[in-house]
């Protein structure tokens, strides 16, 4: 590795990735190129720092597309948010330093935080219908107001 290269080189994690066979169906196509790209350059432990202006540049898709991929895959309980410019992928999926890190990030978990549940589509779609729900009502409010 070159010196040029370091400040940008991912530390190495180690992951299980079996609990992507729970990606719900319906996500936009977007939704897998930003995870795919938040699982190569995040943190031990699942942190990833990136805007997403950055996500955008980096992957070749309008900020749009990346807003909402990460809306998806927050709709999916598999990324989350934690500020500007700041993500958190579930543990179920993110890389830790040890299988044991991973376990026990696991095992903290909140049960309603978990995707890899036998209703995780209908939970996924839940969350799809109560982003619209309050979508919609935000904008019969701003027509009362008009």
């Not at 190129?33 to 938040?38: A, E, I, S, T």
């Not at 990346?66 to 992928?89: C, D, I, P, S």
């Amino acid at each position: 590795m070159t010196i040029a290269a370091e400040h940008v080189a991912p530390e190495y994690v180690w992951t299980a990735s079996n609990a992507l066979v729970f990606a719900p169906r319906g996500m936009p196509p977007a939704s897998y190129q930003v995870l795919l790209h938040l699982l190569g350059r995040q943190e031990p432990g699942g942190r990833c720092l990136v805007t997403h202006g950055t996500l955008a540049a980096e992957i070749g898709l309008t900020r749009s597309k990346v807003t909402r991929g990460l809306q998806h895959l927050g709709f999916a309980r598999m990324v989350w948010k934690e500020g500007n410019g700041a993500y958190r992928l579930s543990p179920l999926i993110a890389g830790f330093r040890t299988p044991a890190e991973q376990l026990q990030a696991i095992g903290a978990m909140d049960d309603d935080d978990r995707f890899d549940h036998p209703d995780f589509q209908e939970r996924y779609e839940a969350q799809i219908e109560a982003y619209e729900e309050e979508k919609q009502a935000k904008a019969a409010e701003r027509q009362r107001r008009l």
